[in-house]
């Protein structure tokens, strides 16, 4: 078992940053990619940035070049957010998937981007 808590979440006003982190717990040494994923009322929940224990990374097309993730040792995972926009808005997850294929989840935390 993987426990993940996600913490740095906020309202931020359109163009401003914020950072969310992620700190695991438990079998962190059975975790193969951690990520970030996001769902916004009404939308279905969609990955914004993953990172695998290789140091490889992927984004969502539409973060591309605001958002970045970083992960210390399998045990946090930060995803930096830049020139943040309205659409930005959702309740953002962070995620841990194992060697296995098992998938953990954070209970959230909202980010919202608004005048």
């Known amino acids: 078992q993987v426990q993940l808590v996600e913490s740095g979440g906020g309202l931020v006003q359109p163009g401003g940053s914020l950072r969310l982190s992620c700190a695991a717990s438990?079998?962190?040494?059975?975790?193969?990619?951690l990520a970030w994923y996001r769902q916004a009322p009404g939308k279905e929940r969609e990955l914004v940035a993953g990172i695998t224990s290789g140091g490889s990374t992927n984004y969502l097309s539409s973060v591309k070049g605001r958002f970045t993730i970083s992960s210390n040792a399998k045990n946090t995972v930060i995803l930096q957010m830049n020139s943040l926009k309205p659409e930005d808005t959702a309740v953002y997850y962070c995620?841990?998937?194992?060697?296995?294929?098992?998938?953990?989840w954070g209970q959230g935390t909202q980010v919202t981007v608004s005048s």
């Open positions: 438990g079998s962190i040494f059975s975790v193969n990619v």
């Open positions: 995620a841990a998937v194992s060697y296995t294929g098992s998938a953990y």
